[in-house]
């Protein structure tokens, strides 16, 4: 499952969601009793 994040107005927070997003993403967390990974984006691309 994708979660997309809308862009903030601020180009360094971002950078910032973007990198926590990345970390978060590494940890490949899968929602319970399914087999969906959870993945975060910025963006729409």
């Known amino acids: 499952m994708t979660v997309r994040l809308y862009h903030s107005a601020n180009v360094a927070n971002d950078?910032?969601?973007?990198k926590i997003c990345e970390k978060l993403n590494e940890t490949?967390?899968?929602?319970?009793?399914?087999?969906?990974?959870?993945?975060?984006?910025?963006?729409?691309?």
């Open 15 to 18: 950078w910032l969601i973007a």
């Open 28 to 45: 490949e967390m899968v929602i319970s009793r399914t087999n969906l990974r959870l993945v975060l984006k910025l963006g729409s691309a």
